[in-house]
């Protein structure tokens, strides 16, 4: 997820089946009653046999517990790309390859250890290094501490922050709905924190796990040092949200307390990976090209099940599920399974770069990089009429539960493809599980439910089947 660094962001997609009556077109704008009564037809199909002929629960069971971690350049991502390659092929796609990316090769070294002394005791402190962060010396960093609650407040500390651990305590905002909004509202401390008061002198950055739940486990993700110099470079590590209440509580009674914390991370060269590609060719489109896909890396505390193996495994379900019920697409669908979405984005610009340069014309992506909860809608990055054409399927859709279907960002992987003529659409299941495992040691296997899995890969499918169906064809891209 998934997911709002500084790396992020928008996302889409399409599909087809064949009829003898004449088809609306985006420029008419129009669903009418004749089309909702064939569409529901398929759609329940299509639900039906995620539900009772389903394959994805067990796909992510296989890459979960036989391969497990896949953080860009680990034995594990090098794994994943050989699994997803195999299991293309054994759905049957016209033609599976793999792309060519460099990635970026951090790697994490020893557990991470973190305590500080208050009122006589020893507090040990649940830490992790931020991705993409320098070690600590080899003996740790102790030093006093100073709280900040945001961006803001670290870029006014100036001189307080020299020879200080700098400890951002910026919280979610529980009263938003939406999660993500809430994690999009403080997630530039982790991203950016270090950068900022590393100019100031400061000897390390602890950062708040962003999640909404208090609980004892730290929450990594990606970091970085922007444009300062090398010798600013500093530390940076999350706690966990419960540790983080208890410090910012022990801060007032003892300003002057030392934390303690090592760190063993290491960023290495550049490794070699892959994209992995695979797709169904076009009946009567074959050179428009719509996307599917997830990201097959991820952070390696957990086993990366709805960050993203989640987004994988509904993906390829998509092409499944289309086969499965007889569906050739006029259009081209493309599965993808992006590599480095977590701690760089090399898959997607190398996708977007490499559509250029070939002259593909992409004429909509969907991406899945939200979880595998139960399923809420889509969000969709495209023109104003695109954008009424796919809000008009609500009737047929809500039955299912995609109630929201409202103009918003597509998602972090297909964002490069985007132009006037590409509609984008992310699918958002329910928000409110996803930061309780989103980057953690808890994001496991056991915490995806097989049905709320399928009814996401069959509200992927459905939504692929309608937009290449109605969405796009020739008069949809003039202008």
């Not at 040691?441 to 009814?455: I, M």
Request: charged share 20%.
């Amino acid at each position: 997820m998934k997911k709002l660094t500084f790396l992020l962001l928008t996302s889409i997609t399409f599909f087809a089946c064949k009829t003898e009556q004449k088809q609306p077109t985006a420029a008419s704008n129009t669903y009418t009653e004749a089309n909702y009564k064939q569409d529901s037809t398929q759609v329940k199909k299509l639900f039906n046999t995620a539900l009772t002929q389903g394959k994805s629960y067990e796909w992510l069971r296989d890459l979960t517990q036989n391969i497990g971690s896949r953080l860009s350049g680990s034995e594990g991502a090098a794994k994943s790309v050989i699994w997803g390659e195999k299991l293309m092929k054994e759905v049957g796609l016209d033609s599976v390859w793999l792309q060519p990316i460099m990635v970026p090769h951090w790697v994490r070294g020893e557990k991470e250890i973190a305590n500080y002394e208050f009122n006589g005791g020893k507090i040990n402190v649940p830490i992790c290094a931020l991705g993409g962060s320098i070690a600590t010396p080899s003996n740790g960093i102790t030093a006093e501490v100073i709280e900040v609650k945001n961006i803001e407040e670290a870029k006014n500390l100036g001189d307080k922050a020299n020879g200080k651990i700098v400890f951002f305590n910026g919280a979610f905002d529980n009263t938003l709905i939406n999660t993500f909004q809430a994690y999009g509202g403080c997630v530039g401390q982790r991203y950016g924190g270090a950068a900022i008061v590393g100019k100031f002198g400061a000897k390390a950055v602890i950062v708040r796990s962003m999640t909404n739940g208090i609980d004892d486990y730290p929450h990594t993700g990606s970091m970085g040092y922007g444009d300062i110099p090398k010798e600013e470079y500093i530390p940076a590590a999350a706690i966990s949200s419960r540790a983080a209440e208890n410090l910012s509580k022990h801060l007032k009674e003892n300003p002057n307390l030392q934390f303690y914390f090592k760190q063993s991370c290491e960023n290495l060269p550049d490794a070699p990976s892959h994209n992995v590609v695979g797709e169904i060719k076009g009946s009567e489109y074959p050179n428009k090209i719509m996307v599917v896909g997830g990201h097959l890396d991820s952070w390696d505390l957990g086993e990366g099940a709805h960050d993203d193996g989640t987004g994988i495994v509904q993906s390829l379900e998509v092409a499944y599920l289309l086969k499965k019920n007889n569906i050739q697409p006029k259009n081209t669908i493309r599965i993808v399974f992006f590599m480095n979405e977590e701690n760089g984005l090399r898959g997607a610009t190398e996708y977007a770069r490499l559509a250029k340069q070939n002259n593909e014309l992409h004429i909509g992506a969907l991406e899945s990089d939200a979880g595998g909860h139960t399923p809420r809608g889509f969000s969709i990055d495209a023109n104003e009429r695109n954008l009424q054409l796919v809000q008009s399927w609500k009737k047929l859709l809500a039955p299912y539960g995609l109630h929201d279907i409202t103009a918003g960002g597509g998602g972090a992987d297909i964002g490069p493809l985007k132009d006037d003529h590409v509609t984008l659409v992310g699918y958002r299941p329910d928000s409110q599980r996803y930061f309780d495992y989103h980057h953690a040691a808890t994001d496991t296997f056991d915490k995806v439910n097989k049905r709320e899995l399928e009814l996401g890969s069959a509200s992927m499918a459905s939504i692929i089947y309608l937009m290449d169906k109605y969405l796009y064809n020739e008069e949809s891209l003039k202008p």
